[in-house]
């Protein structure tokens, strides 16, 4: 059960789509008009920072002396999906657009060589460049990772190499000394990766596919030139994927057209970030530059197998994490052991705190010096609260919804204490509850195909661009039906006035115990859903939650 957020009453005399714009703070004129039709890339390009525009000419500046000495350069990314994607990009353009063959990929793998650019990942993407035959100085460039790796800048600088940095993550208050610093926290490590390849000449924009994939699996809110960058790069994932994406979407059983952000955010990205979590994530980067398409199917259902391995485990921690005592959940949950599996405390986190509604800490004791993640729910500052408690930690960081750390295996019992202190006097109950954010009220009679084709015009959804959640009062319930293969799903018939709407909630029995039956009246939370059976175009409601009213 949740407690109802009704942004705006439904006004007869104003479209749908402009009282659901207006409640989330879309009010001009212009500012709607620039949210319904998107403006191209280069509006947004224009408009960047100056100093942002200068860093990249300085970067671009950089790279093309190098390839005119012959200097090897690396692009150094980071095993997630958008550090992957960031690496992709920049190599291609340097590889394919600027056809310079001393460019090489490296991403560092989180086992042996951490998170980021680090001592080990240096020494390794060195390596590389040298069993390629080359010697003397090389340029580095990282992606998607770098602005906080002072220490490590310095070690590159004095070992007589050069180094670009490119990020978006927050901006630490001393900037590593590189040659040249590209920054920008508005869109994500893949994309700022893009602006430097347009910045040396990029012709071919397909590349901003791995930007849109990138900009949904980071979780980015889709709005302004992140809103431009998906809808252009869903575009052309329908239209002539790239050949990675197209098998990943195959292997996995989904059709290569009518892509959504939905795609790319469950099936896409998880894929992606699976071979990084679990073992080698150079999988993911062989599989965005293979041109084979054979080659590529073959990559791409090695990388199911590593999702599948992935979603074996996450399972599997999630019943051992799961074995809290039911009378009293702490408010911050906090879970230990050591047969969690690094890679995937995140998701087991994400898991419980979505379940439970509440933050939840899991930590792998494998090593003396474990690794910890962390996931919050809106309204608790999960960052704020662990930082409260830094001298506990070896190394933390993080989001107000997210943050991951290191802490010595005798010191999680303080960490226990500390989660425990801290919920009692920050954490209410109140704060607790789950709250389902509704648009609109709207009278269920106005619901037809032309208000779904309207709807449409919001597209792409995402964080920060959530699809429309409406609300409609007193309805008569005129048929139940049990339906799907584990008979999860609730089916329901209703009536609003004459009009008969079909309701579908997904895995009702998850979420609702309580008996609903022919002749209630109830009032109803939901997404609209396009329905095409038999040649006709039905307009369904996916429910979000179920209020029976007392009559
Ligand atoms: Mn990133």
């Given at each position: 059960m949740h407690v109802w957020e009704v942004s705006s009453e439904y006004n007869e005399k104003e479209s749908v789509v402009d009282q659901i714009l207006t409640s989330r703070g879309i009010t001009s004129r212009d500012e709607k008009e620039l949210f319904l039709k998107p403006p191209s890339f280069s509006y947004w390009f224009k408009r960047l920072p100056k100093e942002l525009l200068g860093s990249l000419k300085e970067a671009r500046d950089l790279i093309k002396d190098s390839i005119s000495e012959g200097v090897p350069i690396i692009v150094h990314g980071d095993y997630d999906a958008d550090g992957i994607c960031a690496v992709a990009i920049l190599y291609k353009t340097i590889k394919e657009e600027l056809g310079y063959e001393k460019v090489y990929a490296f991403i560092p793998n989180r086992f042996e060589h951490g998170y980021g650019l680090s001592e080990k990942s240096i020494e390794a993407s060195l390596d590389k460049v040298k069993s390629n035959g080359n010697h003397g100085n090389a340029l580095f460039i990282t992606v998607d990772t770098g602005i906080t790796s002072v220490e490590e800048v310095k070690q590159i600088v004095k070992a007589g190499h050069k180094v670009i940095i490119t990020d978006h993550h927050q901006k630490p208050s001393e900037l590593p000394l590189a040659n040249a610093v590209v920054w920008y926290d508005q869109?994500?490590?893949?994309?700022?990766?893009?602006?430097?390849?347009?910045?040396?000449g990029l012709k071919n924009t397909d590349l901003m596919a791995y930007s849109c994939v990138a900009t949904i699996t980071d979780l980015q809110?889709?709005?302004?030139?992140?809103?431009?960058?998906?809808?252009?790069?869903?575009?052309?994932?329908?239209?002539?994927?790239?050949?990675?994406?197209k098998s990943l979407l195959e292997i996995a059983g989904r059709a290569t057209t009518g892509v959504t952000t939905g795609d790319l955010g469950w099936v896409v990205g998880p894929r992606l970030n699976a071979s990084g979590r679990v073992e080698d994530?150079?999988?993911?980067?062989?599989?965005?530059?293979?041109?084979?398409?054979?080659?590529?199917l073959k990559i791409a259902w090695k990388l199911n197998q590593v999702n599948s391995q992935r979603q074996d485990k996450t399972v599997e921690m999630f019943e051992i994490a799961e074995e809290l005592s039911e009378e009293e959940i702490p408010k911050i949950i906090l879970s230990h052991n050591e047969n969690y599996h690094e890679g995937i405390i995140g998701l087991v986190a994400s898991r419980l705190a979505k379940k439970y509604h509440r933050p939840a800490v899991v930590i792998s004791t494998l090593e003396e010096v474990s690794k910890g993640s962390v996931r919050s729910i809106q309204g608790i500052n999960i960052i704020k609260a662990l930082r409260e408690a830094e001298e506990l930690f070896t190394s933390?960081?993080?989001?107000?919804?997210?943050?991951?750390?290191?802490?010595k295996r005798e010191d999680i019992p303080k960490l226990q204490k500390f989660l425990e202190e801290y919920s009692q006097k920050n954490i209410t109950e109140d704060m607790l509850v789950?709250?389902?954010?509704?648009?609109?009220?709207?009278?269920?009679?106005?619901?037809?195909?032309?208000?779904?084709?309207?709807?449409?015009?919001?597209?792409?959804?995402?964080?920060?661009?959530?699809?429309?959640?409406?609300?409609?009062?007193?309805?008569?319930?005129t048929g139940v039906n049990i339906v799907g293969k584990q008979q999860n799903h609730l089916s329901l018939r209703l009536l609003d006035g004459d009009k008969l709407i079909k309701a579908i909630y997904f895995n009702y029995a998850d979420?609702?115990?309580?008996?609903?039956?022919?002749?209630?009246?109830i009032n109803v939370a939901y997404t609209l859903k396009r329905n095409e059976y038999n040649g006709r175009v039905y307009t369904d409601m996916v429910v979000k939650d179920i209020r029976g009213v007392e009559t």
């Open positions: 869109v994500v490590g893949a994309t700022v990766s893009f602006l430097l390849s347009i910045s040396l809110p889709v709005l302004g030139f992140n809103r431009t960058i998906v809808k252009k790069g869903l575009e052309i994932i329908n239209e002539k994927p790239p050949l990675g994406i994530p150079s999988l993911a980067l062989d599989l965005l530059l293979e041109k084979d398409p054979e080659e590529s933390l960081g993080g989001h107000p919804m997210a943050a991951g750390f290191s802490i789950r709250k389902l954010a509704i648009d609109l009220s709207i009278p269920a009679k106005i619901i037809d195909e032309k208000l779904l084709n309207k709807l449409d015009l919001l597209r792409p959804f995402g964080m920060g661009n959530r699809e429309p959640v409406f609300a409609s009062n007193k309805l008569n319930v979420y609702q115990k309580e008996e609903i039956s022919t002749g209630d009246t």
